[in-house]
């Protein structure tokens, strides 16, 4: 099997790296940082930057044809680990506005800097998407 790059016109245009690699039906989601459609990290603290970052995983996410509850693993790398901590509840909210009552296995990592300085969360993922849902179109 030849792993298949998931890029989302969606998202900002990957340089270097893809978004997503779809390797059968398992689909390793890249990191995904709080970058906007103009390559810049949203303002305004942990649980926009939450927000955004996780909108951006799930936009992978569906241009490969998975969907939330196809996410079998999760890992959030954080610049500031009791800040996210602190708005845990509202980014709780988030969560299950974004993607339903389902979680998958995770990791909360602490870290002393992401690619961007000004991004507080990275987040990536792994999801395996069942064989008989009908295939989105892929994203090159």
Known sequence: MT?????????????????????????HLGGQ?????DMKIVPGGIVEQ?????GNLLTTL????????DLVSVTIYLTDI???????????????ELAGPVYPAMAGIGCTALWQPEAM?????????????????LQY
């Open 3 to 27: 792993p298949v790059p998931v890029n989302p016109p969606d998202l900002p245009k990957p340089s270097g790296y893809s978004h997503g690699t779809l390797a059968g039906n398992t689909l």
């Open 33 to 37: 940082t709080a970058l906007d459609a």
């Open 50 to 54: 939450f927000r955004q970052a996780f």
């Open 62 to 69: 569906r241009a490969a044809g998975g969907r939330p509850e």
């Open 82 to 96: 009791p800040d996210y901590q602190a708005h845990g509840k509202e980014i709780g909210k988030v969560w299950r």
């Open 121 to 137: 969360i990275e987040i990536l993922g792994v999801a395996v998407i069942p064989e008989e849902r009908p295939a989105a179109p």
